[in-house]
């Protein structure tokens, strides 16, 4: 095994000497190894840019200048451009399944090796993509190993060239441009959430659609004092409030829980809220209210131009609902209201629950459809390297 794992390594070793566009794409397997700090000692070590599954946000933190973002079905356009171009990818502890690759596989290798590492045999052998190289092992001891291994070689690398166009693509490319209308949105609130608690340790969750995806493009996550958790590709909506009841039930002393949910999510467990009241939990909840169930609502309006069964939807006052509950209750429904209320959410650690109603309209984009490459997201155009 030893012998095996050196020749692997040498072969790596090489392909970053020789590589001008490498990438690292981070998976849930950093968290499931616990491998967080070794994982962040590599990226030093090799000055590899980096973008991350959706599960796996916050590895690296948000604003480390080699970290870029998510990538996939809802993921940055300029994050996949950098998987799509990349000529070396070292895939760890990620699935690379349909929601990151897309569907359109055909040029995925092309002028590119690829090297993974997984536990789990199975997603070795039947992927989607093909390693070049494969190694079946704990992503921890291999992290662990291959830094021993680097330190040996006295290697410096450099990808600066590489660095300044994915970067170059961020600043051009950046899904905060589709939302800086006037109308309060989803962007806006979670933006401000973020501003607002950036030196708090918080644990996030979030329910399931456009408001997910939302939180993981602009919210700011660095663990372990920034948390994210989400059911990711399972989609599982009313998976929001509990888990983070179940994170602050054990979460250390000052920790907020900071729960994002949409109008469609808050409904499957809405009841416990009568948890979080019982347990005092400093918990606040964000339910933004878009009167649809917009992921499948976009769909249903880009296929056939209404959301007849998704759209349109009545909801109650969820703000009315939490201080039935016992919790404090409050409206967002203007964005010059944001700050003000904030200020006032975060005043104290209670749990309140704060309803924002949030415009109809906002979509998820850009979004990678069916047919499309990771470089021609829906509405660009083909981006060439």
């Known amino acids: 095994m030893a012998e095996v794992l050196v020749n692997d390594f040498d072969k790596i070793?090489?392909?970053l000497k020789k590589a001008q566009r490498p990438l690292i794409l981070i998976g849930n397997g950093v968290y499931i190894s616990q491998a967080v700090p070794v994982f962040r000692d590599l990226i030093d070590q090799c000055q590899l840019p980096c973008v991350s599954s959706l599960p796996a946000l916050g590895a690296l933190p948000s604003d480390h200048p080699l970290s870029f973002s998510f990538v996939g079905h809802t993921g940055e356009f300029f994050a996949n451009l950098a998987l799509f171009y990349s000529d070396l990818l070292l895939a760890l502890g990620v699935r690379l399944d349909l929601r990151q690759t897309g569907s359109e596989i055909k040029d995925f290798k092309t002028n590119k090796k690829v090297v993974r590492v997984d536990i789990d045999k199975g997603e070795l052998d039947f992927s989607r993509i093909e390693g070049d190289i494969n190694i079946q092992m704990d992503l921890k001891e291999f992290l662990s190993r291959f830094s021993e291994y680097l330190k040996g070689k006295k290697e410096s690398f450099s990808y600066q060239n590489w660095l300044a166009k994915i970067k170059g693509w961020e600043k051009e490319l950046n899904s905060s441009r589709f939302y800086q209308g006037k109308a309060l949105n989803m962007y806006q609130v979670i933006k401000a959430v973020d501003d607002i608690t950036k030196n708090r340790q918080v644990v996030v969750s979030s329910g399931v659609g456009t408001h997910?995806?939302?939180?993981?493009?602009?919210?700011s996550f660095d663990y372990p004092r920034r948390i994210w958790l989400t059911s990711a590709g399972h989609g599982t909506?009313?998976?929001d409030i509990p888990v983070n009841i179940g994170a602050m039930l054990e979460s250390k002393p000052n920790t907020l829980g900071i729960v994002f949910v949409g109008d469609g999510s808050f409904q499957m467990n809405t009841q416990e809220l009568a948890t979080i009241e019982e347990y005092r939990l400093p918990i606040k909840i964000f339910v933004l209210d878009n009167s649809r169930l917009g992921i499948v609502s976009q769909f249903q309006k880009l296929n056939w131009?209404?959301?007849?069964?998704?759209?349109?939807?009545?909801?109650?006052?969820?703000?009315?609902?939490?201080?039935?509950?016992?919790?404090?209750?409050?409206?967002?429904?203007?964005?010059?209201?944001?700050?003000?209320?904030l200020k006032e959410v975060f005043a104290d650690d209670s749990p309140a629950l704060v309803h924002c109603k949030v415009d109809y309209n906002e979509d998820v984009l850009p979004m990678l459809m069916g047919g499309q490459k990771l470089n021609e997201m829906y509405p660009f155009e083909e981006v060439p390297l």
Not at 212 to 219: N, T, W
Not at 306 to 325: L, M, V
Request: proline share 6%; charged share 20%; with cysteine.
């Open 13 to 15: 070793f090489n392909l």
């Open 212 to 219: 997910q995806q939302l939180v993981a493009r602009c919210f």
């Open 305 to 341: 131009k209404r959301d007849p069964s998704t759209g349109n939807k009545h909801n109650p006052s969820f703000s009315a609902i939490a201080k039935a509950y016992g919790l404090k209750g409050y409206d967002i429904s203007s964005s010059e209201k944001i700050v003000p209320i």
């Open 237 to 239: 909506m009313g998976f």
